[in-house]
């Protein structure tokens, strides 16, 4: 029989420590769908995603049951919207009505893949995507947004960067009556990984299969749970730990998703071994890193005990998975974890260490309140600079910014659910207009030159 | 297939009849038991074949659960691969 303190373990973990699958991602291809008519594009995109998804959220509720593991998102990804549009042409913002209906019917809590891939440059279709996306995201509930604007093999598109500032303020704009939601549905990516079963940037990329699942697991109560447990520890240990942790999370995962694709007669995708936090006390990351001996997240030592985890998650994590992929590793969206909100509402988290911490974390800044007077330039040079971190360093950078609008210092917009809440941060606006204004592409750099 | 049941609590008369009861009339054969008192903490840990049972994986431990929170006791029911799956490699 099971060792009976692993039982016990298991228990203590879903029970006490917020263990959980953060999310199931089908992710569908859209691309037999497109056809001159955009009207006829809508229903067949409609009437291919009822039919696969149908049975998403049954099965996996069933899942959920049966082993008692919780699973809190069904979640669909799809091929960019972007690529329709292409063929389609018309009003882009049809599709997105129709992705809320698909949601509304099949019952998932995300659809994500109204986005664009333009890290070289627009095609058909993008530029009309990318400025339908305020509307598009304030007219739905749903629906999730993401552009990618740069990487390492193709350089940033500074035109791109220069016109998601825009769209980002717009989009705060256009639900400013509700906390600004539609800039929280949307982000912006170098290095976008194709096969993220995370939103808001989930989208199905174009060399993915026809249909396919995706799972990813959560679980920083845990590690901060096991890391408590060893206060006097040095720091290979405390490694150690993590990536023991890691590997028992992620198995979780792994069980999961090889059920869901059983179950649905869809091939397994990736396991993405990530550590999300949310608002709820006892799953934040920011409480790890404090855990590991920071008086509070934001503190020097934060970038180095955050580069810890992130690297000791992978490594603890890819044994215990087939396929690993999505983002993978920690992820430090300020308003969706309880440590991060009280660091930036004491003063400790700034925008700037954030910015560093972004360089060995999993993805960027992520769901952080900025004033809402904000210029759109100041907002657009801070997607730039994450996008030379992500683009310089191979990895994925991403940048997810609420304008607050009419709210400034000192306040905070609160989102509800696993959203969270968050302070109004304060940014460096002396003006990078000139800068933004050249437009063009930065050349992808040397690291681009592997072959 | 077959479930891991585990039941913690402070140790009181009838804990193990109760759960063999609910596991008995569900046709839930039990297959190993093994049981300890921590500092009064009651802790019964089972393995059973759920092969001819008359009820769905669920509602049994819905079930459970009820019971559970009728003697103060938590009590889980989780699929054995579960925990197959997180501490064997």
């Not at chain 2, 500092?39 to 019964?44: A, K, T, V």
Request: aromatic share 4%.
């Amino acid at each position: 029989m099971i060792n009976t303190r692993d039982i016990l373990e298991t228990i203590q973990m879903i029970e006490n420590e917020n263990l959980d699958i953060r999310t199931v991602t089908m992710g569908i291809s859209l691309l037999d769908c497109c056809c001159d008519d955009i009207d006829k594009s809508c229903g067949k995109v409609y009437d291919k995603i009822t039919r696969l998804a149908e049975r998403l959220v049954p099965e996996v509720d069933a899942i959920e049951k049966e082993y008692g593991i919780p699973i809190i998102n069904k979640r669909i990804a799809v091929t960019p919207v972007a690529m329709l549009t292409a063929a389609s042409g018309g009003d882009p913002v049809k599709y997105a009505r129709t992705l809320q209906k698909v949601a509304d019917t099949v019952g998932v809590n995300f659809i994500g893949g109204y986005s664009a891939l333009v890290q070289k440059g627009f095609s058909a279709g993008d530029e009309a995507l990318i400025s339908s996306i305020p509307e598009a995201l304030a007219c739905t509930q749903n629906l999730c947004s993401s552009v990618n604007i740069g990487s390492t093999k193709a350089g940033i598109n500074m035109d791109a960067v220069a016109l998601m500032g825009k769209v980002i303020k717009r989009s705060a704009e256009l639900t400013k009556d509700d906390n600004c939601i539609g800039a929280a549905k949307l982000v912006v990516f170098c290095n976008a990984p194709e096969d993220n079963p995370f939103m808001a940037g989930a989208f199905h990329g174009p060399g993915e299969p026809e249909c396919v699942i995706n799972v990813g697991v959560s679980g920083p109560g845990v590690v901060r749970a096991a890391l408590s447990k060893i206060p006097g520890a040095d720091i290979a240990e405390v490694a150690d730990t993590v990536k023991k942790t890691a590997f028992k999370i992620t198995r979780m995962g792994q069980l999961v998703a090889t059920q869901a694709a059983d179950r649905l007669g869809v091939p397994f995708g990736i396991v993405d071994l990530s550590l999300a936090p949310t608002p709820a006390v006892g799953d934040s990351v920011a409480h790890i890193l404090e855990e590991m001996g920071l008086e509070q997240c934001g503190a020097h030592g934060t970038t180095a005990c955050l580069a810890l985890l992130n690297d000791a998650v992978k490594k603890g994590g890819t044994m215990a998975s087939s396929h690993v992929g999505g983002l993978s590793g920690a992820f430090i969206p300020v308003s969706e974890d309880a440590g991060m909100i009280d660091a930036a509402r004491s003063g400790c988290l700034t925008m700037e260490k954030l910015e560093a911490m972004t360089s060995v974390c999993s993805v960027g800044l992520d769901m952080i309140v900025i004033p809402g007077d904000t210029p759109a330039d100041v907002i657009s040079a801070i997607i730039a600079d994450e996008a030379a971190i992500g683009m310089v360093n191979s990895k994925t950078t991403a940048v997810r910014l609420i304008p607050a609008i009419g709210r400034s210092g000192g306040e905070e917009l609160n989102f509800g659910g696993l959203l969270g809440s968050g302070p109004v941060m304060k940014i460096n606006t002396a003006s990078p207009a000139k800068f933004i204004s050249r437009g063009g592409r930065i050349p992808a750099p040397l690291q681009s030159l592997k072959n | 297939m077959r479930a891991v049941i585990t039941v913690v609590g402070k140790d009181t008369v009838g804990i193990l009849s109760g759960v063999s009861e609910v596991c008995a009339h569900n046709g839930i054969n039990i297959i190993e038991v093994s049981q300890s008192i921590l500092q009064e903490l009651f802790c019964m840990i089972m393995l059973v074949d759920m092969e001819g049972a008359t009820v769905t994986f669920s509602d049994f431990s819905d079930e459970l659960k009820a019971m559970g929170r009728e003697k103060n006791l938590q009590i889980h029911a989780m699929h054995e691969d579960v925990f197959n799956t997180m501490h064997h490699v």
